[in-house]
């Protein structure tokens, strides 16, 4: 590829963003060891860079933490707040191009190739950027430029804080000739995956991509194709328009207990709680589904994931409910150990016409459900909500739900 055709994208990663962001909101926590926490949690989520001066990592414990820095200071996590703030900082991107794609909370990729002579060279653009973010937010990041996303993901991981890495294409046979496996978890690589991969003799990027295909898709299945690009620093995927937006293929949520739990009855209430939430998005969208998937982290966080389809649509709380139960009893209860997280999905989606209900039964429960949403959505979620919710509600709080994401790398 000539350097004519060769694109220019970043990939802008905030550091450390939960705890500077509560540092940027409140001045007292400035240049102090912060760790941000989930409510009722006790894990680390992010430990401002003073903490990790003291060797808090995320994921530790509090206590953990406070061992080794009696003086941390300790902050709630508040998801609303960051999600504000992300907001804000695409606005600083936007001046350049739309060309700009939310990877998470804190990542952004950015395709500058058609823009970056107005500004001087996507080099400049990526010092604009962060002189803009620390100007205007008091925040800092680190960035990578490579001639796709992948390239870019990873350079972005080479400097923190406060990084710029540019890797042209003619340099990525030497980056990833000396980049491990272990640093390319973020890009669709994860911890297992990479321990997998050591186990069969790949330990760098190189022999990712030197490796067999027809071994790497023994392995890991349709991924080894995927893997063995990643090794060799290839990547069509364009960087997408901040605009656009993507079709919605499944509709989930996801809850983590604020305690590891096996107590069928406590998992059974926030089981109906997540499908509750699940139907009622999918009806705002005027959305219904006929895959179920239901997801599992235990405490030890591998997981289980089961997925089954059905020759009907559905979209009701009630439906998604009795069939997330029906699968859980026939494969996974009683439970072999505690559960730490759980998630419901309904994908292979149709848009509802009125001929969806033809029966009398289900016209009648549509409409108790359309004035059970109107109700929730004048009054804030679960004002009207089945009696058996009140079980997770007494366990943990109930309100803060986080969207199921996962991050997959699309190829
Ligand atoms: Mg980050």
Redesign the pocket.
């Known amino acids: 590829m000539d350097n004519k055709t060769e694109k220019k994208i970043l990939l802008i990663?905030?550091?450390?963003?939960f705890a500077s962001v509560e540092q940027m909101c409140n001045p007292a926590l400035k240049g102090k060891p912060v760790i941000v926490c989930g409510r009722g949690r006790t894990v680390v989520v992010t430990a401002s860079y003073e903490a990790r001066e003291y060797g808090i990592k995320t994921g530790m414990t509090v206590p953990e933490a406070r061992k080794l820095c009696p003086n941390v200071n300790i902050v709630y996590g508040n998801l609303d707040k960051y999600i504000d703030t992300s907001l804000k900082i695409h606005k600083i991107f936007l001046d350049f191009t739309d060309k700009v794609e939310v990877f998470s909370i804190?990542?952004c990729f950015m395709d500058v190739t058609d823009v970056e002579n107005y500004y001087g060279g996507a080099e400049n653009i990526a010092l604009i950027i962060k002189r803009r973010l620390k100007h205007e937010f008091g925040l800092t990041c680190s960035i990578g430029i490579g001639p796709n996303k992948v390239i870019a993901k990873l350079a972005a991981k080479m400097k923190k804080p406060d990084g710029l890495t540019v890797i042209t294409q003619e340099k990525v046979k030497d980056f990833l000739e000396e980049l491990s496996i272990e640093k390319m978890q973020g890009i669709g690589i994860g911890k297992h995956i990479a321990e997998k991969l050591k186990n069969i003799g790949i330990n760098t990027a190189v022999d990712l991509g030197n490796a067999d295909l027809m071994m790497l898709t023994g392995f890991f299945g349709k991924l080894g194709w995927v893997y063995k690009n990643i090794g060799q620093g290839i990547d069509h995927t364009p960087v997408r328009n901040y605009y656009d937006k993507s079709p919605i293929k499944s509709v989930g949520h996801s809850h983590t207990f604020p305690q590891d739990t096996d107590n069928i009855e406590v998992i059974k209430s926030y089981v109906l709680m997540l499908s509750e939430k699940v139907g009622e998005r999918l009806r705002n969208y005027k959305m219904a589904g006929k895959t179920l998937c239901i997801f599992i982290r235990f405490y030890d966080f591998s997981y289980i994931m089961k997925r089954k389809t059905y020759s009907c649509y559905f979209n009701s709380g009630t439906e998604i409910f009795k069939k997330s139960i029906e699968i859980l009893d026939k494969n996974i209860f009683p439970l072999s150990k505690k559960v730490r997280l759980f998630g419901v999905s309904i994908s292979s989606l149709t848009r509802i016409t009125t001929q969806e209900y033809l029966f009398e039964d289900q016209r009648k429960n549509k409409k108790l459900i359309e004035t059970i949403d109107e109700i929730n959505k004048r009054y804030g979620e679960f004002t009207i909500k089945p009696l058996s919710m009140k079980i997770a509600e007494n366990f943990g709080i109930i309100k803060k739900c986080g969207v199921l994401t996962t991050r997959t790398w699309k190829k």
């Open positions: 990663d905030m550091n450390s963003y804190d990542e």
